[in-house]
């Protein structure tokens, strides 16, 4: 089972590009994540959907943008990516909500932004 | 403000040897808490998950306990092994929203040394 799968694992990025990060997952899970994880501190959400069609903001959304067409893939944009933006990237899923079930995870994707 | 505040913030131990890590937490109202594993360059994987009237639940070497009175929880690893070397990330959802909140700790790094 590939489970969730991010791509890149690693990108270089410059201030002002854009970029989409990729995540996929095979488990026909509803629910679908981004959280990003800075050094020493706990992971924050940046967007979540509940359903193909649906997303809301997080707790950390500005300069990133998501969409959901399909029940599997939930890319995450960034426009114009900025220093404060690197970071550690991770894609989760959950069969319903997560009062009550486990996140799986991505490995994440390694940005960085010079 | 939610918070989850985890000690120590990191720890070594001889291969062997057991130990507990410690999570507080001030997060209301409550409806679950969960331990994550995390290998270094690896996303989060789902130790265990523990409603308010579950004061023990074990998966394997893991015991994680939870005292809702005090809002603390522990998770108590016996006879270490080389691979348990990870970072224990705790995790608390209050059940408010219909995705739920998720505030999670900045993790215990643990290192099992041979």
């Known amino acids: 089972n590939a489970g969730v799968t991010q791509t890149p694992k690693f990108r270089i990025l410059k201030i002002g590009q854009s970029m989409t990060l990729q995540c996929t997952q095979d488990?026909?899970?509803?629910?679908m994540y981004w959280y990003r994880q800075d050094p020493g501190m706990g992971l924050k959400l940046i967007y979540y959907?509940?359903?193909?069609?649906?997303?809301d903001k997080g707790e950390v959304p500005n300069g990133y943008n998501v969409s959901r067409s399909t029940t599997e893939d939930f890319p995450l944009r960034l426009e114009l990516a900025a220093p404060s933006q690197t970071s550690v990237y991770f894609c989760?899923?959950?069969?319903?909500?997560?009062?009550?079930?486990?996140?799986?995870f991505g490995d994440g994707t390694r940005l960085s932004i010079l | 403000k939610n918070q989850v505040e985890q000690s120590p913030q990191s720890l070594i131990i001889l291969e062997g040897k057991n130990c507990t890590l410690q999570c507080n937490y001030t997060v209301s109202p409550f409806s679950n808490l969960r331990w994550y594993k995390q290998d270094t360059g690896r996303g989060p994987v789902s130790l265990t998950i523990?409603?308010?009237?579950?004061n023990t639940k074990s998966n394997g070497r893991y015991t994680a306990t939870l005292d809702a009175d005090t809002k603390q929880s522990s998770l108590h690893i016996t006879a270490s092994q080389l691979s348990d070397s990870a970072s224990y990330i705790c995790v608390v959802s209050d059940g408010n929203s219909g995705y739920s909140t998720l505030t999670f700790g900045k993790g215990t790094m643990l290192l099992v040394s041979p």
């Open positions: 959907s509940v359903g193909a069609g649906i997303t």
């Open positions: 488990m026909n899970h509803n629910y």
């Open positions: 989760a899923s959950s069969y319903g909500t997560a009062s009550n079930q486990p996140q799986h």
């Open positions: 523990m409603t308010f009237s579950e």
